[in-house]
């Protein structure tokens, strides 16, 4: 799960992952215009974008207590023991959906342990406690297997085969990239204190660029260069408020009870410098 940050004793705004990449697929179906191509495949990285964390969903569906909150875990802050079979479990997912959808999830799960590929040097397995590190280790080894196999496979079908090109793979992994983070940029701090942030290596038309966002106020994010079509995109993240119950209490029924509420924001293009 998301947990929104709030100021000390007020409520939190609680969203489950399917809700989170909700808002990714959101993003990647407004994605692309004259200097920024569109999807390619477009359906298929749509659906697998809106399900790359799809292996979270027995994990939130339990609303596991942090005890140093009193609240559902946040992402970052869940038991190893917990997260680290996502690895494969939302791969697993997207592949009964589409071959393809099983690469590109595969490599997002590889890419959040080992550095993204070169993209970041932050290797989250070199963090990892000894006692998880051999079975870390073997999944990404499963990971990577997996999408040898599967790219076999597409490259012989004259259907797929340019998808699984090296340039189209990696072209559609940082989307997928870029849509996850700008969702965490919306959803992990509350309105009128996400700040400013920066996404690198976005794809554009012939090369990579640097997104820019700043919150211009609680319900618009300014966005430059714009790589959405038209000229504006509102999206909507769902959510529940909650606030911190006592160590051990069961808060799978208390999530359950609590009313859906959303938050709202409208990206618009910055404007030019007069």
Not at 107 to 136: F, Q, W
Request: hydrophobic letters at 40%; aromatic letters at 8%.
């Amino acid at each position: 799960m998301i947990v929104q940050d709030a100021s000390p004793g007020r409520p939190r705004f609680v969203m489950r992952m399917s809700e989170h990449t909700a808002v990714a697929g959101q993003l990647a179906e407004a994605f692309g215009n004259e200097e920024f191509d569109p999807l390619h495949p477009r359906g298929i990285l749509e659906d697998v974008i809106r399900n790359h964390d799809v292996g979270w969903a027995e994990i939130d569906a339990r609303v596991l207590q942090d005890p140093d909150t009193g609240l559902p875990y946040h992402l970052a802050d869940t038991p190893l023991d917990e997260m680290v079979h996502t690895i494969s479990m939302s791969p697993d997912a997207n592949e009964a959906v589409h071959p393809y959808a099983g690469v590109i999830s595969s490599m997002h799960s590889y890419g959040l342990y080992t550095g993204r590929y070169g993209l970041s040097d932050r290797l989250a397995i070199d963090v990892l406690p000894d006692e998880l590190r051999p079975l870390v280790t073997d999944l990404l080894a499963r990971e990577l297997a997996r999408q040898e196999r599967l790219i076999r496979e597409l490259a012989t079908d004259d259907t797929t085969a340019d998808w699984v090109t090296e340039a189209a793979l990696f072209r559609n992994y940082k989307l997928l990239q870029f849509f996850d983070g700008f969702a965490l940029y919306l959803q992990c701090r509350p309105p009128g204190e996400r700040g400013s942030t920066r996404f690198a290596h976005v794809p554009k038309r012939a090369d990579d660029v640097t997104v820019s966002a700043s919150e211009t106020d609680p319900a618009t994010v300014a966005v430059t260069p714009w790589p959405f079509a038209g000229e504006s995109v509102t999206v909507a993240t769902n959510g529940r408020m909650m606030t911190p119950a006592r160590p051990g209490t069961d808060l799978a029924p208390l999530f359950a009870r609590a009313p859906v509420t959303h938050q709202q924001v409208t990206l618009v293009a910055e404007p030019e410098p007069a």
